[in-house]
Nanobody, 122 residues
Framework: QVQLVESGGGLVQAGGSLRLSCAAS????????MGWFRQPPGKEREFVAR????????YYADSVKGRFTISTDNAKNTVYLQMNSLKPEDTAVYYC???????????????WGQGTQVTVSS
């Protein structure tokens, strides 16, 4: 019903920037908030940021607040994650997902996409 495709990851030096994209398709995704998650190597998946398609109700994990910005392009059905001042601890596979109604960060879909790898070197 909903397909999400992440892209934009890569290798970057500490202090650098990347912009991740999440292209969404489906009939019902626009009624849900969207979120970015990440899973560092050897660690659990964690919430990063969320937004509504309108651009309101944004929220960020403390670890990325002030450095990352989530935004939307409704015409392209795409959610972006602009990542600035990257740190080695930002290294992870980044995923997007639809969020459950009434929650800040719970994923609504029972599946995850391939994700996009972000590697930040010292």
């Amino acid at each position: 019903q909903v397909q999400l495709v992440e892209s934009g990851g890569g290798l970057v030096q500490a202090g650098g920037s990347l912009r991740l994209s999440c292209a969404a398709s489906g009939r019902t995704f626009s009624t849900y908030a969207m979120g970015w998650f990440r899973q560092p190597p050897g660690k659990e998946r964690e919430f990063v940021a969320r937004t509504r398609w309108s651009g309101d109700s944004t929220y960020y994990a403390d670890s990325v607040k002030g450095r990352f910005t989530i935004s939307t392009d409704n015409a392209k059905n795409t959610v972006y994650l602009q990542m600035n001042s990257l740190k080695p601890e930002d290294t992870a596979v980044y995923y997007c997902n639809v969020l459950k109604r009434g929650t800040y960060s719970d994923p609504a879909l029972d599946y995850w996409g391939q994700g996009t790898q972000v590697t930040v070197s010292s």
